[in-house]
């Protein structure tokens, strides 16, 4: 059976490499590679089998997307790729639905064997990530907590910078948006947390742990 996948990552080089080492690959298809989230749910469609995803899409964020894809197609296999392998992101990922979670800095065979395992139906961390999570158990921690699981990925980083003390303009400069879609993301955030202002929102903030708070 030929396994169908679609590429979507916002960074033009990695993307095509990506769509290089998958379309030499014996019974894997590239079905299409796309950059941000508009495009994605045009290119996924009912044909697709596996949708190679990263986190950070410009504007977009992943986990949204892919929250967004299964619950359209619940047989879609979601293989994240990307950059980060913090605990919260793999959570995250996990929650909404994705089948495996690989970095960037896999080798073919890896990509390979992921792509794989996901159309099958199975649940994959990369080894990175897979010894980081046995760590995390062997030491005795306790499962990470997403804090404000109903913020978006975006929303929690812009309350994160937020609660480290940044404004707007300097919010917009670090994340690469327009200080529109910043105001936007800020207002939202207020509504979900049910807060009347932004230091009120700052405080919840600091008390769920972004912000810095208690890191060690």
Known sequence: MTIRVVVVDDHPVFRLGMVALLASLAGVEVAGQVADAAQARDAVGPGVDVVLMDLHLGTDSGIELTRELVARDPRLAVLVVTMNEDDESVVAAVRVGARGYLLKTAGPEEVERAVRAVANGELILGPQV???????????????????????????????????????????????????????????????????????????????????????
């Open 130 to 216: 897979a010894a980081r999570a046995m760590s995390a158990l062997v030491s005795g921690r306790t499962a990470v907590r997403v804090p404000f699981p109903e913020l978006t990925d975006r929303e929690r980083e812009v309350l994160d910078l937020m609660a480290r003390g940044h404004d707007n303009t300097a919010i917009a400069r670090r994340l690469v948006l327009s200080p529109k879609t910043v105001r936007n993301h800020v207002a939202n955030v207020l509504a979900k947390l049910a807060v009347p202002n932004r230091s009120a929102a700052i405080v919840r903030a600091r008390e769920g742990g972004l912000g810095g708070a208690g890191a060690s």
